[in-house]
């Protein structure tokens, strides 16, 4: 995938433009006349009302004189006459393969047939229901079938003649399939779920059909179904005044069970069988009845089958304050420009001749951080684009190394001055130097990964806190909480005792033998019976981490410690240090970023792994994280410095809480306290 990021970068000069808004897909606005309704305004427009209602939630509630309507594109196309359907009987019966999120419903809706008249053609092959990659015999379909064969008749496009628009009119009638209208009437403790299943259609079908059960399932409602032996059909039948519509049972072979609607789910820690069953839209005894496991309790990390939903349906996790904040006040109409100065060093690709494009992905680490945070930053500009953000995108090449860059250039050539904000460079000595060339016009300069600090500018703007921010959060933490802080500090560890010594005043130091180990009475001494007792670690040393937190297990029958470390520590990664000890002290760290199991989360994975054939690790995550916050609070009323004092943003996996220096520019205090929790999952400290 890298490969043909890769090869797409090197086709475009990287300078090109998005301009989020211009992608947005062309909506009509529809004013509300007297006399109107959703579903004169559909036919009207050629679109369903359930295309209506998805565009415009309120309007299930009624519509109101004058007010406006968003209209979807329609799906049928007046430019072109339609496939004349002819009449054909006899036909021996055709095969399809079964695809994903199929059902009988609408496979039977797509070859023009009743579900009855499927069934019968497979006798007892769908007796436990449809299966994805299943070979279904496909009968011929009883009076018209449409004949793909037939040529299209293209119109100008510059205007449809109305002697065409009326062929089109005839053709589409006669082309669509003469099926019987059913209904069911909601029953108390029915579901959608439960509907669904019965009549052989899955949550969404049963929705597009009735759009006003979107938001409610109210008991007595009419709803149109798939015809089978539990639906009631409504069908023209001759009466004595003539041809009237009377009401009369179908009669069908059985319902198949309708497990095939069904996806794994994985069980979070705090749900319960009725919270589950409210997702899904299912009642308890639906939801037990499909997971029989259910019935001995419901766990942390079981895998259970539930119904194939569509997405809104799922409830919404609570957006972040800061960044609900955001999102509510955007500003769309001032048009802003961003520019990503990002180091693909395309130069030396082209220059290489000693390496293929694949060698070079395996060697140049750099090279793929650039690509994963690039990709990420991609997947920011689109969902710009689904908010309908009014920002113009350049995505330059910033040629950079540690120690040399093509800012200069760039500042001039792309007039980066003009700018209303920059991400970029990468490291942090070509940030301070763009931040001091486009200082003269106050352009914002975000530097996207570094967490070095050094010359301070009063337009740049520190996204990755700072390793000094990182040690001061965790300290603020447990003051706030009251604790008794203690520190095991390794002998090799001068410079950590020495910022303990300095800059936390109070934290009394366990004292060492004269081996440097740790003395299991120097660190009970220090304990406290009324307090929680925190013990911060820096060791390195497996041997250091082993003895430290055996004395604190210890020390849990009598007394509340917590373990806390300052820092990453890849020695608590080694096999020799039990996972199981961690778990037990509850072992608290500051970090930069925070797990994310929401469903917006999953739903980011689902989508990054679909594009990229990968799951996205933490710089793509930070591309999408960096790239957003910044493109929203570009979408403000306020300028972008005004939008850092005022609001956090909380996106993917970081957090953006900006505070201005003592000197000049901002640093990032979006830092997350976690913690090692026993059922053997990472939290976050509250």
């Known amino acids: 995938m890298k490969n043909r990021i890769l090869f797409s970068i090197l086709l475009t000069v990287f300078s090109f433009v998005v301009n989020a808004s211009a992608m947005q897909e062309k909506y009509i606005k529809h004013t509300v006349v007297k006399g109107e309704t959703v579903n004169s305004i559909a036919q009207k427009y050629k679109v369903t009302p359930f295309d209506i209602y998805k565009l415009n939630p309120d309007s299930q509630n009624g519509i109101q004189l004058n007010s406006v309507l968003l209209i979807p594109p329609s799906t049928v196309m007046p430019t072109a006459v339609k496939p004349v359907a002819q009449k054909q009987t006899g036909n021996p019966p055709t095969t399809h393969l079964v695809q994903p999120k199929e059902t009988l419903y609408s496979i039977a809706k797509q070859f023009n047939i009743t579900i009855e008249a499927l069934k019968e053609a497979n006798g007892t092959l769908l007796n436990n229901g449809l299966k994805i990659g299943q070979t279904i015999k496909i009968p011929a379909a009883v009076g018209e079938r449409p004949v793909a064969t037939v040529p299209t008749v293209e119109a100008p496009k510059e205007v449809v003649k109305e002697p065409v628009k009326e062929v089109v009119k005839e053709v589409a009638k006669t082309a669509e399939p003469k099926t019987e209208t059913a209904f069911h009437v909601i029953e108390p403790k029915e579901t959608k779920y439960g509907v669904s299943k019965r009549y052989g259609m899955t949550i969404e079908e049963l929705e597009q059909l009735n759009p006003q059960i979107l938001n409610g399932f109210p008991i007595g409602m009419k709803l149109k179904v798939a015809a089978t032996e539990n639906a009631v059909a409504e069908t023209p039948v001759k009466t004595d005044s003539g041809t009237g519509t009377t009401t009369k049972p179908v009669v069908t072979p059985n319902a198949s069970s309708g497990k095939k609607y069904l996806q794994e789910y994985v069980v979070r820690p705090n749900e319960t069988i009725s919270s589950i069953a409210t997702t899904y839209g299912m009642s308890e005894s639906e939801l037990l009845e499909l997971n029989p496991e259910l019935k001995r309790g419901v766990k942390p990390g079981m895998i259970l089958r539930v119904p194939i939903i569509s997405k809104k349906e799922l409830p919404k996790p609570d957006p972040v304050q800061g960044q609900g904040n955001l999102l509510k006040k955007l500003n769309t109409n001032a048009r ?282 933490q710089y793509a995550i930070r591309g999408f994280d960096v790239t957003f916050d910044t493109l929203l609070r570009l979408s403000q009323d306020k300028p972008f410095n005004e939008t850092v004092q005022t609001a956090a943003s909380e996106q993917i996996e970081n957090k953006f809480e900006y505070v201005a220096n003592t000197t000049a520019g901002y640093s990032n205090k979006g830092i997350y306290i976690l913690y090692y929790d026993d059922d053997l999952t990472i939290k976050e400290a509250l």
């Open 336 to 617: 802003k420009q961003l520019a990503l100065l990002l180091p693909f060093n395309i130069n030396k690709i082209q220059s290489d001749t000693l390496n293929t494009t694949q060698e070079r992905l395996k060697k140049d680490k750099f090279l793929n951080l650039t690509l994963d945070f690039y990709s990420g930053a991609l997947m920011a500009i689109d969902s710009a684009k689904v908010l309908g953000l009014n920002v113009d995108i350049k995505i330059l090449d910033s040629q950079e190394t540690k120690s040399t860059s093509n800012v200069a250039n760039l500042v001039t050539q792309e007039n980066l001055g003009s700018m209303d904000a920059i991400i970029g460079p990468f490291y942090q000595s070509n940030a301070e130097k763009l931040a001091e060339l486009v200082g003269a016009t106050g352009t914002p300069v975000i530097s996207p990964l570094s967490k070095e600090s050094g010359k301070k500018y009063a337009n740049l703007y520190q996204s990755m806190p700072t390793a000094d921010l990182l040690r001061s959060s965790v300290f603020n933490y447990m003051r706030a909480k009251g604790g008794n802080i203690i520190a095991v500090i390794d002998p090799k560890k001068g410079s950590v005792k020495q910022y303990i010594q300095d800059m936390q005043k109070g934290v009394r130091v366990v004292g060492l033998n004269e081996k440097g180990g740790i003395v299991a009475d120097s660190l009970k001494v220090r304990l406290q019976k009324d307090k929680l007792n925190y013990v911060v670690l820096a060791s390195e040393s497996t041997s250091m981490i082993l003895a430290t937190t055996a004395a604190m297990l210890a020390a849990q029958k009598e007394y509340q410690v917590q373990l806390v470390i300052m820092e990453p520590n890849e020695t608590l990664d080694y096999e020799e240090i039990p996972l199981n000890r961690l778990t037990k002290l509850k072992m608290l760290y500051p970090s930069l970023s925070r797990p994310n199991e929401t469903d917006e989360a999953n739903q980011f994975d689902a989508k990054y792994k679909k594009l990229n054939k990968i799951i996205p690790n």
